[in-house]
């Protein structure tokens, strides 16, 4: 039986096309082939975000802060209104406690330094106590006064404030010496003053912590050199020879914690 070539080719292809098309048609019904490869990035996406954020720390301050310029941008309301000021980095308290200092004329009697703990004020002792007292001076009391209202009265503030008493290496004599008979207790006693003035001043007693350090912190030592052991008696009779270095060193510290 003789098969006509032309004739089977041609039923070849329209059976070709014809099945073509009914693919063609099948996957039109449903989504594009490369939606499923982009929905399994968009989900490991979305899982890698909820792992950064759980694994974040959020300051609340500053979360609240962004919630209220929001909503005074848009004219509208937060439920969480911001009730305190933000609170001062290192840097602000830094450049506050420089301005005090230029605001109360202190330019040679106060400086500003910085050390693992914080932010620190140092007072020369001449405007702290009179020699051989524990007693608080007027002009020491003004900057208190000052510190107390601009950098301590944030209620929302919880960061230590450590207040140091430092002195010379001469031994107390007279009658100071029946009552503090070493540096060690007058230095203490000194700071215990200052922190007892500042809670009379309203400052949170939970924040404050009085320490003496006698003479074995000299004036512009490193925290540090002291904290390593490197002052020793002849370093301190060495930061002790001048009667400046003595005036330096008797002085009051007061830090601002990083925490």
């Known amino acids: 039986m003789l098969i006509c070539l032309q004739h089977n080719d041609h039923e070849r292809k329209t059976s070709l096309a014809k099945h073509t098309c009914k693919q063609c048609e099948e996957q039109e019904e449903g989504l594009p082939l490369w939606m499923a490869t982009f929905a399994d990035m968009m989900t490991l996406l979305f899982a890698f975000f909820v792992l950064l954020y759980s694994m974040s720390s959020p300051d609340p301050v500053k979360y609240a802060a962004f919630a209220n310029s929001m909503a005074e941008k848009t ?27 230029e605001d109360l004329d202190m330019g040679e009697k106060a400086k500003v330094t910085q050390d693992p703990r914080g932010v620190a004020l140092e007072l020369d002792g001449d405007i702290c106590f009179g020699s051989g007292s524990v007693v608080l001076k007027d002009e020491l009391k003004k900057t208190l006064d000052t510190a107390a209202l601009e950098l301590m009265s944030n209620p929302k503030d919880l960061r230590s404030i450590l207040v140091e008493g430092h002195t010379d290496n001469q031994n107390p ?7 503090y008979p070493t540096n060690w207790e007058l230095s203490s ?14 400052v949170m007693s939970g924040r404050l912590t009085a320490s003496g350090y006698a003479d074995r912190w000299p004036s512009g030592v490193k925290w540090s050199e002291v904290r390593s052991g490197k002052i020793d008696d002849l370093a301190i009779e060495e930061n002790n ?14 830090i601002f914690g990083v925490k």
């Open 75 to 101: 004219g509208g309301s937060t439920d969480q209104e911001m009730e305190f000021e933000p609170l001062k980095d290192q840097s602000e308290i830094k450049q506050e406690l420089e301005e005090l200092i």
């Open 173 to 179: 004599t007279g009658k100071i010496a029946e009552r």
């Open 241 to 254: 020879a001048t009667l400046d270095q003595r005036v330096n060193n008797r002085r009051i510290k007061i």
């Open 189 to 202: 006693a000194r700071a215990a003053n200052v922190v007892n003035y500042l809670i009379f001043k309203g």
